[in-house]
């Protein structure tokens, strides 16, 4: 019995997160008012708490912050791809992104560059953010 796969569940603050995923952009979103990018996507800016928001491409260019290799699935439909890395980043727009390192042979060290990719869920009904080494 093959279990399913868990998918995101976009709601109307990310739902332009995951269009871009999809399209092959990494889009943030930038406070409308004071020009605050923020990253997860949410309906008020942290830094002056206006509800009003823009949508920027990022570069897609980074620097590793940390990781850290999952050898535990958290859903059972994930058990064929641990180990899993997850590594969290800092992007250039200065914000951080978690995602999933898809080069294996690389060994990673704080301060390394990566570049932001793109995966599509094997249904292609959304992609997700993966990382390799720049």
Same mark, same amino acid.
């Given at each position: 019995?093959?279990?399913?796969?868990?998918?995101?569940?976009?709601?109307?603050?990310?739902?332009?997160?995951?269009?871009?995923? $999809?399209?092959?952009?990494?889009?943030?979103?930038?406070?409308?008012?004071?020009?605050?990018? $923020?990253?997860?996507? $949410?309906? %008020?800016?942290?830094?002056?708490?206006?509800?009003?928001?823009?949508?920027?491409?990022?570069?897609?260019?980074?620097?590793?912050?940390?990781?850290?290799?999952?050898?535990?699935?958290?859903?059972?439909?994930?058990?064929?791809?641990?180990?899993?890395?997850? =590594?969290?980043?800092?992007?250039?727009?200065? %914000?951080?992104? =978690?995602?999933?390192?898809?080069?294996?042979? =690389?060994?990673?060290?704080?301060?390394?560059? =990566?570049? %932001?990719?793109?995966?599509?869920?094997?249904?292609?009904?959304?992609?997700?953010? %993966?990382?390799?080494?720049?």
């Amino acid at each position: 019995m093959e279990i399913e796969r868990l998918y995101p569940l976009p709601n109307p603050d990310s739902q332009p997160y995951w269009d871009g995923l $999809r399209d092959r952009r990494l889009m943030l979103q930038q406070c409308a008012d004071c020009g605050t990018i $923020r990253h997860y996507p $949410r309906p %008020v800016c942290d830094q002056c708490y206006s509800m009003e928001v823009d949508w920027t491409e990022a570069s897609r260019r980074g620097t590793v912050h940390s990781w850290s290799v999952s050898h535990h699935a958290f859903h059972p439909s994930f058990k064929a791809d641990l180990p899993t890395t997850f =590594v969290t980043v800092d992007l250039e727009e200065n %914000v951080r992104l =978690v995602g999933i390192l898809r080069d294996p042979e =690389v060994t990673l060290s704080i301060g390394m560059p =990566v570049q %932001v990719g793109f995966e599509d869920a094997a249904d292609g009904a959304f992609s997700i953010p %993966v990382l390799f080494a720049a």
